[in-house]
């Protein structure tokens, strides 16, 4: 029997797999006591096999992709036990994360897999893959956050139906339905999503011909994101870099030890920054001197970073893919750490009241409609616009267990698409920030260079922070 259909972002990333860039999540999960693989795999069965989602894989068909779900799936084909080389420490992982980033799945089975380390540090790793079809980074963190302890209770929250007459009326021409079988076999898919999307539009329209004041204010919104449309599609192309090379498909992987996060709310609070700001800040000055090492870079010099942001609402399902894009400006040419980060602090302030999360949301549903070249071309076109991916998560405030085994660091990445191959990943947990580096090793053969550059930068900033301080006291 047919399952659900993906939905057009859903899709989009599905499509956007490539040899060179695999379309994958990945999370490092650190313990502090150990894990065995038996209580690991028993916590995955109850836990993450209880949602149905991962119990499907996406099969693309005549009209889009569906999840088919299996009649079983066996856990030990997907939580395997790995092995360090010797002498098993953190250059060693790294590694390890690394080739696993750039393994693809086997299409016959779920696209995820589960890799224990039960050697390493005091109590083992983690290192977890899940396809980007399946959820988005804010959803994966609700699945890890899932398989602890303290949620084991708690039931996977699943899409509630829609209830309203047009969208049901939508609904009874979709495949699957006793109407579709009967007399209307042939109505592709996308007629039906179409149908229910205009029976919104539909309501829509009677409820503003009778409340003409909101009327005025969609029009508006609609401007301004049409507007927003037109000003993403302007956008030049990035210069050329080290970060703009082809890929190799080889990714490699890199992370440090993690900031205060009550260091960071500080340096903002006192700098009258964001968190997001600090981070957004020290990122643009680490990369800038990075890419001077090699060359000269002036002062106006600006490289975009894409950065995800969330618009799941808090009554949606935490799974599929339910975010929006920004084209954030890093200012690498300047390197004063204060100038830098007012004008991060500016241009953060900028994109927040503007309409390109959403917009970049619906461009993704309608690439996710496109034939497969037209979408290749679509994804190419925007990924020369930016240098680079780069994500901000908030993790658990406080720590968690799993299996009975305590959670010390998470770190995660998220993929590239495109000509995209370096990603930066920043994650609270526990009080304390964790950032890594997942780079084509065509663009960075040793990530830990930035890694290192990026908590330099910060403590330029504690530094001046505390100058300041000190002067003010005198």
Not at 58 to 75: F, I, K, N, S, Y
Not at 289 to 305: D, F, K
Request: glycine share 8%.
């Amino acid at each position: 029997m047919p399952g659900e259909r993906l939905s057009g972002v859903d899709r989009a990333w599905l499509n956007m797999e490539r040899p060179t860039n695999p379309m994958t999540i990945v999370a490092l999960i650190v313990f502090t006591t150990p894990l065995p693989l038996d209580r690991l795999r028993t916590v995955v069965r109850d836990r993450l096999l209880a949602i149905e989602r991962f119990r499907c894989i996406p099969v693309a068909d005549a009209t889009g992709a569906r999840w088919r779900p299996l009649q079983e799936v066996d856990v030990t084909d997907h939580v395997v036990s790995a092995v360090l080389p010797e002498p098993c420490g953190h250059s060693e992982l790294e590694a390890l994360v690394g080739e696993l980033a750039s393994a693809p799945f086997n299409p016959a089975r779920p696209l995820w897999s589960f890799h224990l380390l039960e050697r390493y540090g005091t109590g083992g790793a983690l290192v977890v893959r899940i396809h980007h079809a399946y959820a988005d980074g804010i959803a994966l963190v609700q699945v890890l956050l899932g398989l602890g302890d303290r949620a084991a209770g708690a039931k996977a929250r699943r899409r509630q139906p829609r209830t309203d007459r047009l969208r049901l009326q939508a609904e009874a021409l979709a495949p699957g339905s006793p109407m579709t079988s009967q007399r209307l076999t042939a109505v592709p898919a996308a007629v039906a999503e179409t149908l229910g999307e205009g029976a919104v539009l539909l309501e829509k329209g009677l409820h503003y011909l009778l409340h003409p004041q909101e009327a005025a204010t969609a029009a508006t919104d609609m401007a301004a994101f049409a507007a927003e449309l037109a000003h993403i599609a302007a956008l030049p192309d990035d210069p050329p870099t080290r970060l703009k090379q082809p890929l190799s498909g080889i990714r490699r992987a890199s992370w440090a030890n993690p900031l205060s996060l009550r260091e960071v709310k500080t340096i903002g609070r006192v700098l009258g920054c964001t968190v997001n700001d600090v981070l957004v800040s020290t990122l643009a000055g680490a990369l800038g001197r990075l890419l001077g090492a090699s060359t000269t870079v002036p002062e106006e010099r600006v490289i975009r970073a894409v950065v995800p942001v969330n618009l799941r609402a808090a009554s949606e399902p935490p799974l599929g893919n339910r975010f929006g894009l920004v084209f954030v400006e890093l200012p690498v040419g300047i390197r004063h750490p204060l100038q830098r980060l007012y004008a991060v602090r500016a241009a953060m302030r900028t994109l927040k009241r503007s309409a390109q999360p959403r917009v970049t949301l619906r461009l993704l549903w309608a690439v996710g409609n496109l034939p497969r070249p037209v979408e290749d071309a679509a994804i190419d076109l925007f990924s020369a616009k930016a240098s680079l991916v780069a994500s901000n998560l908030p993790g658990p405030a406080d720590p968690i267990d799993i299996g009975g085994a305590r959670v010390s660091e998470v770190l995660f990445w998220v993929p590239q698409s495109g000509s995209l191959g370096v990603g930066v990943s920043m994650l609270s947990y526990a009080g304390r920030v964790q950032l890594g580096v997942m780079a084509d090793r065509n663009l960075m053969t040793r990530p830990a260079e930035l890694v290192a550059l990026i908590a330099a930068e910060f403590e330029r900033l504690v530094y001046l922070v505390l100058l300041g301080a000190a002067v003010l006291e005198d």
